[in-house]
């Protein structure tokens, strides 16, 4: 069973860091395409990041310079550091993990697994 845990989420200032983690279990996230993407209310759900097996990674143009993808692959573990956050930042945040990556990597219906979300607030 697949199953995908969040966490790291919390309120800031603007301005601030956060560092979220996904943990996962009955899936390799070496052998994986593993995303973060946000849904910010009123708001259709965004891709934000991903990660790939070898490092490969892809950010949405809002948020280059600032978010920085990585995977620890012995503690099964994908983390989105967000620095120098903006209040449009805010949005629930969800780890998602699909096969290998595709030329089109933030179409959130190619993605069959989800964890729960956690709640990012910039303030």
């Known amino acids: 069973q697949v199953q995908l845990v969040e966490s790291g989420g919390g309120t800031v200032q603007a301005g601030g860091s956060l560092r979220l983690s996904c943990a996962a279990s009955?899936?390799?996230?070496?052998?994986?395409?593993m995303a973060w993407f946000r849904q910010a209310p009123g708001k259709v759900r965004e891709g934000v990041a991903v990660?790939?097996?070898?490092?490969?990674?892809k950010y949405v143009e809002s948020v280059k310079g600032r978010f920085t993808v990585s995977q620890d692959n012995a503690k099964n573990t994908v983390y989105l550091q967000m620095d120098s956050l903006k209040d449009e930042d805010t949005a629930m945040y969800y780890c998602a993990a699909r096969g290998a990556c595709s030329s089109v990597v933030f179409r959130d219906n190619d993605y069959p697994y989800w964890g729960q979300g956690t709640q990012v607030t910039v303030s």
């Open positions: 009955g899936l390799p996230v070496s052998s994986r395409c």
């Open positions: 990660v790939e097996a070898g490092g490969w990674t």
